[in-house]
């Protein structure tokens, strides 16, 4: 709520594809004020430890209240996948590999359109669910992507980059 253009805000845990938490932020915007998903989560990032940071947002213009005036939590909406902060503009998958990678990103995160600039982590992944994704792509390439190259740089371009045979290697293990 002390981001610029924020009127009122509320950060709450929710269930995320694979069941496990994920945060999102519900925020309501000053009058006139133009406040998006991408400008809050870097000015968060700045902020916070990564884990803090959420990876919805969700734009409010009224709050759900409880018959006693107080928010009512459980009748906040489940964010759409749209509202994700993917963090880039999308752009498909171009080769037959960041077709396949983009599948095993979308049946991992439950994102339908993953573009191969998104970072993982913005999407909702975590440290549990890219060990998931890395074994996954060691089942259906045959190659493994080293857990440090992934976080250097966690998207389905560099991925693909990573496991490409004419490649130095680097980043494959």
Known sequence: SSQPGVKEAVVQAVPGADGLPRLVAYYEAEAEAEVDAASLRASLQSQLPEYMVPTAYVAMTTWPSTRNGKL????????????????????????????????????LLGVERIGVHDRF??????????????????DTFGFSVSLKTFFEAPTIAHMAQALLPDDDMAGIS
Request: glycine fraction near 10%; hydrophobic fraction near 45%.
């Open 72 to 107: 009512d939590r459980s009748a906040l909406p489940m964010p759409e996948a749209s509202s994700l902060a993917g963090g880039s503009e999308y752009v498909a998958p171009s080769t037959p590999m960041e077709e396949v990678l983009a599948g095993i990103w979308s049946e």
């Open 121 to 138: 982590f913005d999407l909702g992944g975590h440290s549990l669910m890219a060990m998931r994704l890395l074994a996954a792509v060691q």
